[in-house]
């Protein structure tokens, strides 16, 4: 089976512009979470999509959005980006409320 | 609000050797479900073990244990016989049944040979 895959791995962006990360879960998981990853805050969880909903969202600012496909797949969109966006974001899939969560190997953003 | 700490910034074991990492969550709920995931340079996380608050038996996975104490709210993670394969960040993560998942900040894992 084929694991949890980010694209790209890597992105450069400069500040004001807008960006979209794409996620694709392992085939059969329905929930996509994403993930904020810096040295400064740590791990921190944005939003879960399940079939297509979202079912929770984290504590960032509306300039982060993200949507989930028919077939499971997750973008993740965030908007007038600033320095501070600076992470590598983590996306995850799983197959239900409390299972595991499985992840792909990141997307590193860079804003400059 | 759930929150999950982790005391210990980094540590350090000898190849062979048994370390045991902290972790301590806070919670008022009495169903949720714990992790440790580990992070190597990859960037890649990693599911080591899990464990079910319901369950009182702790999870073992080959090397890697856990002392899951829910009255206390700790959940430490020992692993036996360390190989150097086995250093990385490790994160201790709390998920309830609302699939809200927190990470502690991790554990900066040497093995020296």
């Known amino acids: 089976k084929a694991g949890v895959t980010q694209t790209p791995r890597y992105l450069i962006k400069t500040r004001g512009q807008q960006v979209t990360l794409s996620c694709s879960p392992i085939s059969g998981h329905r929930s996509v979470s994403w993930y904020q990853q810096t040295p400064g805050q740590g791990l921190q969880f944005l939003f879960e999509?399940?079939?297509?909903?979202?079912?929770n969202k984290g504590n960032f600012p509306g300039r982060f959005s993200g949507r989930q496909f028919s077939n499971s797949r997750s973008e993740m969109n965030v908007s007038t980006l600033e320095l501070g966006d600076s992470a590598l974001y983590l996306c995850a899939s799983g197959q239900g409320k409390t299972t595991e969560a499985f992840f792909g190997q990141g997307t590193r953003l860079t804003v400059v | 609000a759930q929150t999950v700490t982790q005391s210990q910034p980094e540590m350090s074991v000898q190849e062979a050797e048994t370390v045991t990492l902290s972790c301590t969550y806070d919670t008022s709920e009495s169903d949720y479900y714990l992790f440790w995931y580990k992070q190597p340079p990859s960037r890649q996380m990693i599911l080591v073990i899990r464990?079910?608050?319901?369950?009182?038996q702790n999870a073992t996975e080959n090397r890697f244990s856990v002392n899951f104490q829910k009255a206390a709210k700790s959940f430490s993670l020992k692993i036996s016989d360390s190989q150097l394969g086995d250093a990385a960040m490790y994160f201790c993560a709390y998920r309830n049944n609302n699939n809200d998942m927190r990470f502690g900040a991790g554990t900066r894992l040497t093995v020296k040979p």
């Open positions: 999509y399940f079939s297509e909903t979202q079912r």
């Open positions: 464990q079910e608050a319901y369950k009182q």
